[in-house]
């Protein structure tokens, strides 16, 4: 066991009655607390107290101080003198823990020591959760009687861990090189999707939602054992939707890392259809190393025609003109010449279907829509259009 022993050197003299400088003392942090940086988050603690610049007639021959601080999420272990001004002492020491978290310490000088420098520093390494942090406050320090300032402050000082910057960094879902996916009632239909991102990054949890409508169920879902870990997974609204949380297996995540493998089929065969596919990326708590503002949503539409025929995809353009009226509440058409069995689909930006009906020859439907993005899809029997709108007052 390290037993401190402090001089007894601060005796009563009538300094006291001298008017003297005041000085703060402060605690510094020189390390910073990162995590998501590596699958070890860097957890290295170098304090230091200090007062700024001492100089020679000040005449600073030692100190005593105490430090109180969290000892169960900080660990320290060893002072450090190097660089400060506790390296000019001819006498130190520095105990931890000696009463339960906290920090005695002195030094002692037979000249006084001065300078651009610390006074003293500790090193140890952080403990505590890496959404949490840890005070350490200066509990008292004193200096030799012949020192030509006094105390006005004492610090505090929050350790906290940050989160790595994900700046510029954006995570995406590949799941087809097509706009559109066919679906073939033939076979089995599987979806592959991956991850797209301009980066190389350190993460540790992702958490999706990859929904169908009503009319497609999720027959089986399975994730790349080799670079993830499924921690969580339901299914809801029929198994239409799955909802999976994975952990990340890997130190870094590069392009196109396999993700997750769906096959999916179509509850009714008889009806043709366009369905949006979306998979929707979940926030989970801010402790998590992935950062919600980096992910984005993926969006693909699959088609189902119940009749064996050529059928073509008209991307968005200008060539068909579909606006809503918000003033009468009327989402038009123009340049459009509807075929047999020709219907419109109408989903929000998450993907659920708001509307849907048969269309003859009509130039406006009425509906009554929120602000917002909206994908409107017209369909016939060898025919695909859709479109994005805008709704906004």
Partial sequence: MNILLVPVYFTGTNNYLLSKDKVDVKLTSHYNLIYCENNLPKNEILLTIGIGEVKRIDSLYGLNFSIKYDNKKIRFE????LNTLAEFSTDNDVTFNLEPGKILGYFLSNQP????????????????????????????????DDF?????RLDTIWIKPIKYDYKDTKINVNISNLDTIEYNPNMINKIEGSLNLNNSVYLDYLSYKINFNDNYNIANFNINDNHFELVEKDYLSGNSTVLFTVKNKLNKINNNLKLFEIDYNKKDLNKSDTTLLNIIPLQLNNCICTDFNTLSTTEKYIKYFKKDTTSSVVDDNNKYDIYYDVTNNLLHFQNIEFNANSTIQLFNYNGTKIYENELNKEKYINLNLNNGLYFVIISSSNDLIRKKIFVYN
């Avoid at 030509?148 to 006005?152: A, F, G, R, S």
């Fill in 113 to 144: 020591v001065f300078g651009k420098r610390e006074l003293i520093g500790f090193y140890g390494k952080y403990t505590g959760q890496m959404c949490d942090s840890a005070l350490v406050e200066i509990e008292y320090v004193e200096f030799t």
């Fill in 148 to 152: 030509k300032k006094e105390v006005d």
């Fill in 78 to 81: 060893s002072k450090v003198v």
